[in-house]
């Protein structure tokens, strides 16, 4: 654990301290991105910086997701290496995330970038944590859960950027929620830049131009070489393995786009190995 936060968050909720430990691990290694090793990126200018609820209901922020992607590919360019974690506490914003990546070239899965919520990230860590904190306009409990509150702040090695409305936090009693003294702690202790330079750290990632994106099963059409091919039960049982060691195939399939839809170019035993697992949804590769 890197910023200590684990007891300084229960004492400020406890006996009101406003002042956050910076673990030695983390103030003792050189931020990648930034010059600090907690950067708070503002979107208080942004009015379109607000959360929604996706055709599933689901609490997302578009604006978020952009910014995210662009802190994402400015990281990547200055260390090719680094872990990276994206984490926030919504699975709508989680997969806004992810398909945002894709869209923008960038296969996290095998590029050493982590895309999750606060919860099931819980026991990892990374280099950089890009915390995005989604909420802009309604205090929910999230915030108000100092345990869930120090996973997602304890997770980074070198460089911790939170992205969020800083009045957002001071809308939170500090009898109730650490976000205050967070923001208190921040605007004297690190670094505060303003959401468009976000824009301004986005760059093109190595040429990439793959479109990659995430579509439905049943909006893949099986050519007749499907149903003629003789597939192989270890290789589709490889690719169950590779899912469940990875959390997701390490390549996306390849599909072709028509007039009438997509249809499957190949990757037979990957499609298989989704169907098997049930899989809903699943990164393509528009060729």
């Known amino acids: 654990m890197c910023f200590l936060f684990a007891n300084v968050i229960v004492n400020i909720i406890s006996i009101g301290i406003g002042l956050f430990g910076v673990g030695i691990g983390t103030s003792g290694r050189k931020p990648i991105l930034f010059n600090s090793n907690i950067t708070f990126v503002k979107f208080d200018s942004d009015d379109s910086y ?3 609820k996706d055709g599933n209901k689901q609490i997302t922020n578009i604006v978020e997701a952009k910014a995210a992607v662009s802190l994402v590919i400015g990281i990547r360019k200055k260390d090719p290496n680094c872990k990276i974690a994206i984490i926030t506490p919504y699975k709508g914003q989680k997969k806004l995330l992810s398909n945002s990546l894709l869209r923008s070239g960038v296969h996290y899965q095998i590029d050493n970038i982590f895309v999750d919520t606060v919860d099931s990230f819980q026991g990892s860590e990374a280099d950089v944590v890009v915390f995005c904190t989604t909420r802009a306009i309604q205090p929910t409990q999230f915030f108000m859960d100092t345990r869930r509150l120090n996973v997602a702040l304890s997770r980074a090695k070198r460089e911790l ?8 936090f001071y809308r939170f009693d500090r009898n109730e929620s650490c976000l205050p003294a967070l923001a208190d702690y921040i605007q004297k202790h690190g670094n505060i830049v303003p959401s468009d330079k976000c824009d301004e750290v986005q760059a093109k990632r190595r040429g990439i131009k ?9 909006d893949i059409s099986l050519p007749t070489a499907f149903y003629m091919d003789n597939h192989d039960a270890g290789s589709v049982q490889r690719k169950i393995d590779e899912y469940y060691d990875h959390g997701d195939f390490l390549l996306p399939l390849r599909v072709k786009q028509t007039n009438k839809g997509y249809i499957l170019k190949d990757d037979f035993d990957q499609f298989r190995a989704a169907q098997a697992l049930s899989v809903i949804e699943c990164m393509c590769e528009i060729v």
């Open 50 to 52: 607000r959360e929604k």
């Open 210 to 218: 793959k479109r990659i994106q995430l579509l439905s099963l049943d």
């Open 161 to 168: 950027i939170i992205l969020g409305r800083m009045r957002y």
